[in-house]
Structure formats: C-alpha cells, structure tokens
C-alpha cells in the first residue's frame, strides 16, 4: 500500500513536466491553430541549454529554468513570425507537414552538433525521505518547478489583458479581431508562450533524465496524448491530462514493464480519437 | 503582360500525341529491362532504390495526394508488410513470390478495419492518429510479449534466396503496374470522387458521393500497393527489425518525394522518387551527418515556397496541361 502510494506520487512528478510540454502545445493549437510537431525537440533544446551553461559556465540549473522562459519566449516568436505565420492562410495540414521537417531538421542538426553522447546534469543528487517514502531530490524539485510555472501560466491568462486577449483569440479569432484585439500579436506571443513552455521543461527535465538529441520524440507522443485527453486548446484539460499520462506511465512501468509503458500514449491517442474525440473535458 | 502570355502558352505546351508516348514508353521499358545485363550492381541496387520509393510515394500520393487526408503513418504499412513477409521467408522458409502478397494481403486487411476507424477523424488528428498507430505498433513488436512471433528488438537477419537482377525486375513491373494503376484510377470516376472529398468533403457527401466507402478503398488500395513495395524492400536489405521496419523515414522520405514532384499528380511521385534518390545519393557521399537535417530543411523550404511541386508548377504555367491524367 505504502508502495502504491510511492508510485502515484512518482506519476504525479512525471505529469507535472509532461503537463508543462502539453500545455504549451495546446496553447499554440489552441490559439495560432497550428499543431507544432517539433514542440518536443524544444524541450530536447531546452535540456541543451541547461547542460550547456551549467558545463560551460557553472550557471545554476535553477537559474537556467528562469532564463530559459524569456530565451525561449523569444525563440518562438521569431520563428513564429519568420516561418508560420505565412501558413495562416494555407491549408491545415501545411503547418503540420512544416513542423514536421522543422522537427526533423532540429534534431539532426543537435545531433551534428553535440553528437549521440548521452549528457546529464548532476546538480541535484540524493534524496529526501518523507514518511517512509523516499523520494528523489531532483523530481521534487522539479515538481516544484512545474507547479510554480504552470501556477504562473494560469495567473497570467487569468488575469491579465494579454492573458484575456489570448484567451479570447482562443475562443473565435475573427470576433476577436473584431472587438480590437491585434490577432496578430496574440498568436505571436502565444507561440513564445509554447515554445518557452517547451524549453522550460526541459530545463526540468535534464535535472532528471538523461540528455540526447532524440529525446524530443518521447516528450511529443506523450504530449499529443494529453492534449487529446485534455481537448484541444483546453490549458485546464492539458494540465489534468498530463497528470493521468504520468501517472499511468508510472503504474504501468511498475506492473508490467517499462516497454509496455511506451505504448500508453498511442493507445490514449487511439482510444480518446474514436470514443470522445473532444476530450475528457468540455472546452 | 496579359498580351504576351497566350504566344507563351501556345510555344511552350507541352501536346500529348498517343503514337509518341506509347513509342517513348516502350523504349524506355525495354532500356529499363535490359540494365541487369550490362550495368554494374551498384547502378542496378540503385534503381531498385528508385523503384521502390516511386511505389512508396505513389502509393501514398493515390490516397492522401487524391482525398487531401495526410497519412503519416505509411511506415506502418511497411513495416507490418514487411514484417509479415519476412518473418515467412525466414521462419518458415516460404518462397518469396509467395511471401511477398501474402504479407501485402495482410496489411490491406487490416487497414479495412483502421480505415474504418480510423478515416471518420478528419485532418490533423487523421495525421496524429496514423503516427500513434505506426509507433504503438514499432513498440508492440518490440515487447516481450509478442517476441515468440517477432523476435523482439533484436531484428531478423535473413537471405530469401533471390538474385539482384530477379529482384531488379519484379520491383521494376511493380513499379510499372502501380504507375498505370495511379493513372488509371487518377483519370477515373473513382479519381474523380477522391477529388471531391479532397476540394470539400461535406460538399461531395451532399452530392451523394460514399465519402466513407470511397476513403477506405482508397486507403486500403494505397496499404496493398506500399505493403508489396515495403516487403520487397525489407527482402533487399535482408533484415529487419522494429526500428528500421517503422522508421519515421520512410514515412517522411517518399511524402517530401511527392510534395517535390506535385501532389495529386500521376507523375509527381515518380519524378520526385527519382530525383531525390539522386539526390540521397550524393548527398549520402558528401555530408551522411548532415544529410536528415537538410531533408527536414528540403521539406520546410518545399512547403514554404513550393507547395505544388515541379508538375503543379508548371501546370500552372501553362507548360502542361492541367488535366487529371498527368
């Protein structure tokens, strides 16, 4: 019992980072209406950046999950500006060929670059015990992390113009256009948003895991199944989503086998696609 | 500017004469049938390359070219063709004439069940469904619990007994079947209708056009003629195993080969296939590290400044004809 419990709790740390990746890609979809298939090769950047500046100049991992968001930030909505905004008017299924040859060509360059090598960064090592359970020092941090930035996200959409104006191209982009929101601005600093999101948990993750160039396909299929959990441009729905994802890896790596486990996000994709296509939860 | 173009048009059109293309076909045929015998292997194993990608894009072209829904998932035709096909050959010693359409069978079968699935989601979660299909199954086959049958992650090396020139030939009539094929199905009533739900789905169903019925013999169409190419290509390499077999390459390879050559066209896939195999070539001996990233940047770059491809161009120059048979 106290094993099971230790093991939803490891799902629960899991979720928290893949929520991050599929919060940003629900949100690009949601509001630029493009489906970025190299989201995940961002997180494989982001991870880059945090072992690069930590091996280069010692930079605090910490640290590098904060410059990560505005750098990040940045990145997309100049790529944003640069590439996928002339697919606005193209046919739906242009962007998502684009994106794919964008994946294609992020990571092979990184591989040309930095080669196969796997890279970590170990900054954080050992663990807490907590009421008999133990758990590793860098997942709880970075869960921390996760929380803060996703508490973060949610405050700024809330609350904030920027965060209405986005919110509200979301919901119908030519009534927003209508009422004076620069549609415009709102997508390009909504694929910063992605993007920094991506990038943001990558820093996460390379406290974790295991750093290569492929990684980002992983952290892509994971982020597919929750947004499709979740519905599409639902951020509520994306945060849940990746929860359940995580917590269903974790299950089932523990009873079956870590291979078995690869499989849950085609089968969610599948199973979600024909029985409730809109998502466990309404938009 | 509006003056000159019709002296354009009229210098520049290309005309169709029956007699001449029948003479041109038969020369190259007969050219293409004679290689084996005085061309070295290494140009042979090249245009059995060539082939097998023209089957590849012009299979995915005949569904996803015509109907407009984007199948990302042409490697799992591949690999579950090519793993059915040489699992005989190698398990259970079956002849590969035999092995081949019987692994292309199997596919096209089961892609009746996908395809009904499967083709009621529209566009991109079309897409994301066909990619999740393709990796499930590359991991399916890679677990434990199918390995009896499988053989797990470890791959299956394996020699189906077949010389390189009877291989050259039996991919060069498939190859040749299947572009007479696509052009017999472009041209037809049933082209017509592919068409149609491409241009506008809700418009072709109000018409009375079986949108369902007509995507999933178009699916299961392209699954057979990609599952014969795939099974054949997995026999040539004498081996496979999960990740080569449902590698996201073959999928993404002969997709930037049609896109190049101008989707929803006959010839597009086949002049794209074989440009780009020239292309792999040299770019394989010059810069193999670098060669995935410039596809990726082929692909961004096609899609961005070119999405008609050479034959969508130079319909809409004028230098062809735009109708369906090209």
Avoid at chain 1, 1 to 28: H, K
Avoid at chain 1, 111 to 116: D, G, P, S
Avoid at chain 2, 243 to 263: E, H
Wanted: hydrophobic share 55%.
């Amino acid at each position: 019992m106290v094993n099971f419990i230790e093991i939803l709790i490891r799902g629960l740390m899991l979720g928290s980072v893949y929520a991050l990746v599929g919060m940003g890609l629900t949100l690009v979809w949601g509001v630029v209406g493009i489906v970025n298939i190299a989201h995940g090769e961002f997180v494989m950047l982001g991870a880059y950046f945090a072992f690069w500046s930590f091996s280069l100049i010692h930079l605090n991992p910490l640290l590098s999950v904060v410059l990560s968001i505005p750098l990040f930030f940045f990145l997309g909505m100049t790529i944003h500006k640069r590439i996928t905004e002339r697919l606005m008017k193209a046919p739906e299924l242009s962007a998502l060929i684009l994106t794919f040859g964008m994946s294609i060509f992020i990571w092979n360059l990184a591989q040309f670059f930095w080669t196969n090598t796997y890279r970590s960064v170990p900054y954080l090592t050992g663990s807490f015990p907590f009421f008999g359970l133990v758990f590793s020092k860098s997942k709880t941090v970075s869960f921390g992390l996760a929380i803060a930035i996703t508490l973060a996200l949610f405050t700024f959409l809330k609350y904030s113009r920027l965060g209405k104006g986005i919110r509200a191209t979301s919901q119908n982009s030519e009534v927003a256009l209508v009422c004076g929101i620069n549609t415009l601005k709102m997508r390009a600093i909504t694929f910063g948003m992605g993007i920094g999101l991506a990038g943001a948990a990558g820093v996460i993750v390379s406290l974790q895991w295991v750093i290569f160039p492929q990684m980002g396909s992983s952290y892509i299929s994971k982020a597919f199944a929750i947004v499709v959990l979740g519905g599409l441009g639902n951020i509520q729905g994306a945060l849940v989503g990746g929860l359940i994802i995580g917590v269903l890896e974790s299950l089932v790596t523990q009873y079956m086998s870590a291979k078995m486990a690869q499989i849950i996000p085609s089968i969610t994709i599948l199973l979600i696609l024909l029985l409730r296509p809109t998502g466990l939860f309404k938009r | 500017m509006a003056a000159n173009e019709p002296n354009f048009q009229s210098l520049m059109t290309i005309r169709l004469e029956k007699r001449q293309t029948w003479l041109g076909i038969t020369i190259l045929m007969g050219f293409l049938i004679s290689i084996p015998f005085f061309a070295t292997d290494y140009w042979i194993t090249l245009l059995v390359l060539i082939f097998i990608f023209t089957v590849y894009a012009s299979g995915w072209n005949l569904f996803s070219g015509l109907t407009g829904y984007t199948n990302f998932g042409l490697a799992w035709f591949i690999g579950v063709s090519g793993y059915v096909s040489s699992l005989l050959i190698a398990d259970y010693q079956f002849f590969w004439l035999l092995a081949w359409p019987i692994g292309a069978f199997f596919v096209s079968t089961i892609s009746i069940a996908v395809g009904y699935i499967l083709l009621r989601i529209k566009g991109v979660y079309f897409a994301i469904s066909m990619v999740a299909l393709t990796e499930g199954t590359r991991e399916l086959f890679g677990t434990g619990f199918l390995e009896p049958i499988t053989h797990g992650g470890t791959g299956v090396p394996f020699v189906a007994g077949i010389r390189l020139p009877t291989l050259y030939w039996s991919v060069l009539l498939l190859a040749f079947v299947t572009i007479i094929v696509c052009y017999k199905i472009t041209s037809s009533k049933f082209g017509l209708r592919l068409i149609a739900i491409r241009e506008d789905e809700q418009a072709a169903e109000t018409l009375g056009i079986h949108t369902t019925r007509d995507k999933i013999i178009a699916f299961v169409l392209s699954a057979f003629i990609v599952g014969l190419a795939g099974a054949i290509h997995c026999t040539y390499q004498n081996y496979i195993d999960p990740t080569y077999a449902f590698n996201i390459q073959l999928t993404l390879t002969p997709i930037v080969m049609t896109l190049f050559g101008g989707v929803g066209t006959v010839f597009g896939p086949v002049i794209g296939a074989t440009l780009f195999t020239f292309i792999h070539e040299i770019l394989w001996a010059e810069l193999s590290l670098l060669y995935m990233a410039i596809f990726g940047g082929i692909l961004m770059a096609l899609i961005l400044f070119f999405p008609q491809g050479i034959l969508g161009w130079m319909k809409e120059k004028g230098i062809l004809p735009r109708i369906r048979k090209i």
